[in-house]
């Protein structure tokens, strides 16, 4: 597990755009139970490519696509455990893959970008590559 002070600032850099944080195993739970509507959920992690292209480039997606998802959302592989583990499940029959982005309509998994389509992207692809999945399903 990774120290608070350590991953405070990259949790920053989802939540200073809007995503809301879900440390617990309930918190995931409450949200996609009979959840209607869109949900984004990016699984963070320490690693570089979270860092130079995940989390830019979703940020990017965000702010400047014309549709975007109702509700944004985050866990942070490596740090809430409980509740890093509950969002894979709903993001099965994927692999467990940090970072990874994950977009549910109305509680289902309706697209999921693992980590092996992030790393050796830059973060306008992978943004421009949301804006694209959000104007299909949002």
Not at 37 to 46: A, D, H, K, Q, R
Request: aromatic share 6%.
């Amino acid at each position: 597990m990774y120290p608070e002070e350590l991953v405070a600032p990259m949790r920053t850099e989802l939540t200073q755009t809007g995503f809301e944080e879900f440390r617990t195993a309930e918190q995931v739970d409450e949200h996609l139970k009979d959840h209607k509507g869109t949900s984004l959920i990016v699984i963070n992690s320490v690693c570089g490519c979270a860092a130079g292209t995940a989390r830019p480039g979703v940020n990017m997606a965000v702010q400047h696509s014309t549709k975007t998802p109702d509700h944004l959302a985050t866990v942070f592989a490596g740090v809430d455990m409980d509740a890093t583990a509950r969002a894979r499940e709903y993001t099965l029959p994927y692999p467990p893959s940090s970072p990874s982005i994950a977009l549910f309509k109305d509680g289902e998994l309706v697209h999921m970008v693992e980590r092996h389509h992030i790393e050796g992207r830059p973060a306008e692809i992978i943004a421009q590559h949301l804006e694209h999945v959000f104007e299909e399903y949002c």
